[in-house]
């Protein structure tokens, strides 16, 4: 079974903190995803990788940069978190080829006070 | 563009009653086709797929057919639980592209 985890499942920081949120996946795929999930707005592609060092924009990058160092290994990074960045945020992973379906961790609700 | 729509919740069901959610998409193509869940305090899970017209996904006794002709792929569940108490999203994966267009969500409480 493909298990992509997430290295926290909550997280409260101040305003300003520089934050790191950590995803792994254990089943060589080549894109990774994170998204944001706030009520009323469903999913937001906030960026996606589909190589290692390769990175695209998705719909929210503003405030994120993201890192890919490794196949396995996908980070997001808040440079000085906001209050407006209060969220639950998702990592996902799939195949570069193939049907697309792409396999999500638990998530992370990071808090910023 | 791309687009799914999806009908907006809540649902609230009683147990054992028959369930559907209506989805509808807009693509070119032939795009394939997702039911994701989301259980409280969790991330999605993919419920069930159908990656071309007519085809059938199945899944914990859940159903979704991909109808071209209609653009739609309805998830319908005979008899509901409890436990199926959750936000389910729809989703498509246009020809060659990598991301997935997510419906909103309709989130669907069963009472005992």
């Known amino acids: 079974d493909v298990k992509v985890t997430q290295s926290s499942r909550y997280l409260v920081k101040r305003t300003g903190e520089k934050v790191f949120l950590e995803c792994v996946q254990d089943m060589d795929h080549e894109n990774m995803f994170w998204y944001r999930q706030d009520p009323g707005l469903g999913l937001r592609l906030i960026y996606f990788s589909y190589d290692v060092k390769m990175k695209e924009k998705g719909d929210i990058p503003e405030g994120y940069s993201v890192s890919r160092e490794k196949k396995e290994r996908f980070s997001l990074i808040l440079e000085s978190a906001s209050t407006n960045q209060t969220s639950m945020y998702l990592c996902?992973?799939?195949?570069?080829?193939?049907?697309?379906?792409?396999?999500f961790g638990p998530g992370t609700r990071l808090t910023v006070l | 563009g791309n687009s799914v729509t999806q009908m907006e919740g809540p649902v609230t069901l009683s147990e054992e009653a028959f369930l559907t959610i209506n989805c509808t998409y807009t693509?070119?193509?032939?795009?394939?086709l997702f039911w994701y869940v989301q259980y409280p305090g969790e991330g999605l899970q993919l419920l069930l797929k159908?990656?071309?017209?007519?085809d059938k996904g199945s899944n914990k006794g859940f159903e979704a057919t991909y109808r071209k002709e209609t653009t739609s792929f309805h998830l319908e569940k005979g008899s509901v639980q409890v436990s199926d108490s959750a936000v389910y999203f729809c989703a498509l994966s246009a020809q060659g592209a990598q991301k997935l267009v997510f419906g909103q969500g309709t989130r669907l409480t069963i009472n005992p």
């Open positions: 159908a990656t071309k017209a007519d």
């Open positions: 693509a070119t193509g032939y795009p394939s």
């Open positions: 996902a992973s799939s195949l570069l080829w193939g049907y697309n379906e792409q396999f």
